[in-house]
């Protein structure tokens, strides 16, 4: 099953500097092989469900190993079984009916 | 690594009443074998990382069976290191520092 | 605009036991004379849109002021014209068509 | 209170395809003079929380007004008192550690 999917990890515990915590997690997921999208508030992903779900176990398990010793993380999760549609698919999708920025 | 997750599921593409898509959702994290407990806006869930994101996976493909050409699922996800807690260890934490309700 | 709200407040940087942070925003929301229902990953708040996000944003004064830098907040905002609901409303349409527990 | 804060919304009783519904968002965010930041599960968001959250309920009542009978919102809601940090310090210092991709 494919998903697309958007991940922010919180590590609880070490601090209030938390992007050493966020870069390890990026490693992690390129490492995968997955299609990763780093943006503000979080990371999207897109791959086969299990694999993805595998690699945001990681995450917890390297920053656990990293000191932290609670983690909060939001995970939104997309499937459809209509059509096909990718990170891109949906961001232009959106571009196209919004139109040009002021 | 045991998890306390909250977890919410929204079927797209099959009008409003969203009910039975949730209750199907429920008997499918009972039958995994799951603590579980129901609030007015997701389910707590109680269990082993690999156990839970299976019935949620579970979840999906059973809510896609039904009928519902997209889903969108909110998970957080919390893990930690440093004790053991559950959710109702969770609650009564906080319940004995609010103290009585007004 | 009558909104049901799921809110979760993480304070960062402040250590890893959080509920004394949780319990005074508890405080606040019933202060705010909001109906809320406490679970293991956050709390169910019924109410008027504007008097909960300043209920929230209250929370997020207030939990600065107890001595925390960050604070990292998830909010699942249900909002709908068809028919009033509430949180119980919900709550009892899926356990009806969930069955009893095993 | 300055916000960093992400939001997507799914409305609910229309169909499966949306991106009419949340390209209609991105104009309203836009005319509020809000700095926005598209990606493929939301929409980052910069500035003032009664600004922001104002926004986030006037796309609630356009999208019901385009004839969405239900909408499920979620918003992860950011705010620091130690440092000012925008989206793009935050995406930065990410980058920074996280080295090139693979």
Redesign the interface.
């Known amino acids: 099953?494919n998903v697309?999917?958007?991940f922010?990890l919180?590590p609880?515990?070490v601090?209030?500097s938390?992007?050493?915590y966020?870069?390890?997690c990026?490693?992690v997921l390129?490492?995968a092989g997955l299609r990763i999208?780093?943006?503000?508030?979080?990371t999207?992903i897109?791959g086969e469900?299990?694999e993805v779900?595998q690699a945001?176990?990681k995450c917890?398990?390297v920053v656990?190993d990293m000191g932290a010793?609670?983690?909060?993380?939001?995970?939104?999760?997309?499937?459809?079984?209509?059509r096909k549609q990718t990170?891109?698919d949906?961001?232009l999708?959106?571009?196209?009916?919004?139109?040009p920025?002021?």
């Open positions: 099953m697309i999917v958007d922010s919180v609880i515990g601090g209030t938390l992007s050493k966020v870069a390890k990026e490693q390129r490492e999208n780093l943006h503000g508030y979080g999207n897109e469900w299990d779900m945001i176990k917890h398990t656990h010793p609670r983690i909060s993380t939001i995970v939104k999760i997309g499937t459809r079984i209509d990170i891109q949906k961001i999708s959106v571009e196209k009916k919004a139109g920025s002021l």
